[in-house]
């Protein structure tokens, strides 16, 4: 059974930091490149943060670059993002995304 299951969201003060987790099952995520998506509250889904099969190649939205990085470990078969210097539009439920599968989202609030 394929599963992508995100962790680590929560409620941050703008400023601070967060590290969010993706955990891989039931396929071969070492064979694919992954990705973070996020939506925030009334928008569209959009994408965050982008990374290659080996981790060797890793791509950034605009508003992101900078403060966010995307890291994987093909051994522990996980995916990560660690995210510093939180701005409330950073609200959003994120998503980890590979191949064609999709985690079902953890929730991080940015607010004083």
């Known amino acids: 059974q394929v599963q992508l299951v995100e962790s680590g969201g929560g409620l941050v003060q703008p400023g601070g930091s967060l590290r969010l987790s993706c955990a891989a099952s039931?396929?071969?995520?070492?064979?694919?490149?992954a990705s973070w998506f996020r939506q925030p509250p009334g928008k569209a889904r959009e994408l965050v943060a982008s990374i290659t099969s080996s981790g060797g190649v890793t791509n950034y939205a605009d508003s992101v670059k900078g403060r966010f990085t995307i890291s994987r470990d093909n051994v522990k078969l996980m995916m990560y993002l660690q995210m510093n210097s939180l701005k409330p539009e950073d609200t959003a439920v994120y998503y980890c995304n590979a191949r064609s599968y999709w985690g079902k989202g953890t929730l991080v609030t940015v607010s004083s």
């Open positions: 039931g396929f071969t995520f070492r064979a694919y490149a």
